[in-house]
């Protein structure tokens, strides 16, 4: 991975690490190595977005994300992430996401959350993967309820990445702003029953209750998914430069597994499920089960 990359990523992590302190282009010279002026350069060539812009859309996700989850006063949260005025926060908030603080606390409608993507991450992609040294997975079987999903449906796509590149990456901003059953937006690879003429079998979205009215974000749909049994395929931890890794690795031991061994059977009815991977947890996936006949039992 070359240097401006590297450099890039050491400033995003740093905006990350001092987001309520006051952020200056000569502290990001400093992490970056480079000059101030090549430093806001490479910034914005790699992310898309000037220091300031990427400051500021991280701020007010991260007071969104205070408001939903945490008792706080809309001052308090305004001036802790380094805001000049009340005034101006909630403007901007608004601006951003289409309703003013004290609504959003008050509602939590979804709303288009930034999410930071470290510019490393979308390097590694095209290095070539070492499975030299695959780790395990550890198996389980758990059960999901009868529930329903609101998803953005693709148009092509099979992955996580020809996905982001037909739909975008704000879709996960948008997940994240709203409840989840299972505590955070999941990807889904839809089965043929689930899909749409034209729609990708690759979807994102998050799992609700089945009595679910709350806000469906325009240009999402609402299906229903039956209760069904799973095994969550669970990797160890990884470090997040060899997250492209975790996920081949996890998903080749599920691959090879045999259901049967435990007297299951793949079903192709229900969508298999991916969380998002987080090293410190390890990459996890799930795959749906139905129990094997009595007469096929291993």
């Known amino acids: 991975m070359n240097e401006q990359i590297l450099a890039v990523q050491r400033m995003q992590d740093y905006i990350d690490a001092h987001l309520e302190e006051t952020i200056t282009l000569a502290a990001l010279s400093q992490v970056s190595l480079f000059s101030p002026w090549y430093s806001y350069r490479l910034f914005q060539r790699h992310t898309g977005l000037t220091v300031t812009e990427y400051v500021r859309r991280l701020r007010l996700s991260r007071s969104a ?13 305004a001036y802790e992430l380094g805001f000049g005025s009340v005034d101006g926060y909630q403007r901007a908030f608004h601006r951003a996401f289409g309703c003013n603080p004290a609504e959003y606390a008050r509602t939590k409608v979804p709303i288009p959350l930034f999410i930071p993507y470290g510019v490393k991450f979308r390097a590694l992609r095209k290095e070539p993967m070492d499975m030299s040294n695959v780790q395990s997975a550890f198996v389980q079987l758990m059960h ?31 997940l994240k702003s709203m409840d989840s059953l299972c505590g955070e937006p999941v990807c889904l690879w839809l089965p043929e029953a689930a899909r749409k003429p034209g729609t990708s079998v690759y979807v994102q979205g998050v799992e609700v209750a089945t009595d679910y009215a709350g806000d469906v974000p325009e240009g999402f749909d609402v299906i229903g998914l039956p209760a069904a049994e799973y095994l969550m395929f669970q990797g160890e931890p990884f470090c997040e430069e060899a997250y492209c890794d975790a996920i081949t690795a996890v998903q080749r031991a599920a691959d090879r597994y045999d259901p049967a061994l435990i007297g299951y059977q793949w079903d192709d009815t229900n969508p298999r499920i991916q969380l998002e991977p987080r090293g410190e947890r390890g990459y996890i996936e799930l795959r749906a089960v139905r129990p094997l006949p009595a007469e096929q039992h291993v």
């Open 65 to 77: 994300m205070r408001l939903k989850h945490e008792r706080c006063r809309v001052t308090d949260v």
């Open 144 to 174: 999901k309820p009868e529930r329903k999903a609101v998803i953005k449906r693709g148009v092509k796509a099979e992955d996580y990445f020809a996905y982001c590149e037909e739909v975008g990456c704000d879709v996960w901003g948008i």
